[in-house]
């Protein structure tokens, strides 16, 4: 592993956020601006800015001591495990099971009825064990050549088996987190010498073949969704419309939709910058928190989020994507969002430096879930969404920040 390329890693993520903006103004959805600009351009400029700048100042520390798994390669059997019991079971509980070949549309519709027809237990078996399920696929990566070749044969069919799962359920979730993080860890590794090895050109080939699939797949899912903004190029619950349409081809629909999913966050983000802020105790960052502390406390925190408020604007919270600083901006203000930027930033950088020096599997799983922190910005509050993924991160997280002091490298 090369230290420079967890920087290049980074500044690959903020540029792709960087493009997102660009798409948001030049791209091929049109939205209706808000009677007055919020100003989201600038807001976010100023968000990478200090997300880069605190990397920076992060680069001279990493974290002494240790927590989480002790044994990489023991938790990396025992994540295989716990992924191939409990995602056959999280496709039948969400699915019932489909088969392959049939509609897309028809698929989402119906696995998203019977997961809203009630909670299912599997959920909560799935928080119990978040980061184990979380974690197969990073540690497998940056252990690959330590581990037996059964293991090896057994991550590939976890990795099927959560494709399958999006697949089940008609979602794309599973299958660009599997892309996401292959690529990130993959350059982690061998980005220094990424085109001078056939390892590398063939883990790109890979790469490459999976997006053209993953895109694919995108567009099928979005063309034959009811009431799909794909199809007539008009969606009014996001006050926009798009240049393309079904009509034009594959290519420019997925064009079109793809901006839609990395560009509607800033939609929200301009229609909340002249609300009012008003606190929400530190869990309206997250759907899953908040819904957790109304059901404690009889409150209604989840109605006093930006995403909630700005619904008299026709957005809907429910539906449509609000960026990671609109979902945060409810508990900081923006202000206390640009210094979150700048602590996740120093939090890359040393626990990428740990990461190198160490290995252990807590410092490889906490920078895995900041890769999908930084990817999704421009979408969601992506980790702090579901309970698994909260419950995951913070069981990782806390033990990390307790058991563990920050030291500076010598140099």
């Known amino acids: 592993m090369c230290g420079r390329n967890v ?54 520390f990493r974290f002494a001591g240790s927590s989480g798994p002790t044994s990489p390669l023991s938790f990396l059997r025992f994540s295989i495990l716990t992924t191939m019991v409990l995602v056959p079971l999280t496709i039948y509980f969400r699915s019932g099971g489909v088969e392959l070949g049939t509609d897309l549309g028809d698929i989402y519709s119906a696995s998203h009825a019977r997961r809203q027809s009630g909670d299912s237990a599997i959920e909560y078996v799935r928080m119990v064990f978040g980061y184990s399920l979380f974690g197969f696929l990073p540690l497998a990566l940056i252990y690959w050549e330590k581990i037996l070749g059964v293991d090896k044969f057994l991550v590939v069919l976890c990795v099927l088996l959560n494709v399958y799962m999006s ?33 590398g050109w063939v883990a790109s080939m890979v790469i490459l073949c999976s ?36 009509d034009d081809g594959p290519l420019l629909v997925f064009y079109s939709a793809i901006t839609t999913y990395l560009t509607q966050g800033y939609r929200a983000l301009d229609l909340s910058m002249h609300e009012p802020f008003v ?62 930027m700048f602590v996740l930033g120093f939090l ?7 990461l190198l020096t160490k290995g252990d599997a807590a410092s490889i799983l906490l920078f895995a879930y900041l890769i999908i922190v930084f990817f999704y910005l421009s979408a969601n509050n992506q980790v702090m969404q579901s309970g698994e993924s909260v419950v995951g991160f913070f069981s990782l997280m806390i033990p990390y920040f307790i058991k563990r002091r920050l030291v500076r490298i010598r140099t």
């Open 348 to 354: 890359y950088s040393s626990i990428g430096n740990t």
């Open 167 to 199: 697949y089940a359920m008609g979602v794309n979730k599973y299958i660009f987190d599997v892309i996401i993080i292959f690529s990130a860890m993959f350059y982690l590794l061998w980005g220094h010498t990424l085109f001078n090895t056939i390892r």
């Open 211 to 246: 997006l053209f699939g993953a895109g694919a797949y995108f567009t099928e899912g979005q063309v034959t969704r009811e009431g799909s903004a794909a199809v007539s190029g008009v969606s009014t619950s996001l006050g926009a419309y798009s240049e393309y349409n079904i």
């Open 7 to 60: 920087s290049r890693l980074l500044d690959g993520l903020i540029a792709f956020q960087l493009v997102t903006l660009w798409l948001f103004y030049f791209g091929p959805i049109a939205y209706e601006r808000p009677a007055v600009e919020g100003g989201a351009g600038i807001a976010v400029v100023c968000f990478l800015a200090l997300l880069k700048l605190g990397a920076l100042s992060g680069r001279r």
């Open 279 to 340: 606190f929400t105790w530190g869990v309206g960052n997250s759907t899953f928190l908040a819904r957790q502390a109304d059901r404690v406390l009889g409150s209604s925190i989840q109605d006093n989020t930006y995403p909630a408020r700005i619904e008299k604007y026709g957005w809907d919270r429910y539906v449509q994507w609000s960026s990671f600083y609109l979902w945060w901006a409810s508990d900081l203000t923006y202000i206390g969002v640009g210094i979150l």
